[in-house]
Nanobody
Framework: QVQLVESGGGLVQTGGSLRLSCAAS????????MGWFRQAPGKERDFVAA????????AYADSVKGRFTISSDNAKNTVYLQMDSLKPEDTAVYYC????????????????WGQGTQVTVSS
């Protein structure tokens, strides 16, 4: 059974930091790229960041460049999203996904998703 389990969300003030984790299990994901997306109420699920397990390939949405960092720990089958300098507009449910595609920023290319973790940034 394939599972992606996110954790680490919560409530933080503007300018604060959070680190999200995504633990992958149930199959070999070495050939997959792992991504983070977010969805605010009434909006579409938008790309945030993605990484290969080697770390050789990473990508970020313009809105988070310089503030968010994606990384992976192969030994733990876990992907992280370090979020710094958080803003109220970062408030959303954050989802971890896995894709075999090179189109890292398209949610339609992702085969697996986690259940999501809520991030709320207060002003």
């Amino acid at each position: 059974q394939v599972q992606l389990v996110e954790s680490g969300g919560g409530l933080v003030q503007t300018g604060g930091s959070l680190r999200l984790s995504c633990a992958a299990s149930g199959r070999t994901f070495s050939s997959y790229t792992m991504g983070w997306f977010r969805q605010a109420p009434g909006k579409e699920r938008d790309f945030v960041a993605a990484t290969s397990w080697s770390g050789n390939t990473t990508a970020y949405a313009d809105s988070v460049k310089g503030r968010f960092t994606i990384s992976s720990d192969n030994a733990k089958n876990t992907v992280y999203l370090q979020m710094d300098s958080l803003k109220p507009e970062d408030t959303a449910v954050y989802y971890c996904g896995a894709t075999p595609s090179r189109w890292l920023d398209s949610r339609y290319e992702y085969d697996y998703w986690g259940q999501g973790t809520q991030v709320t940034v207060s002003s």
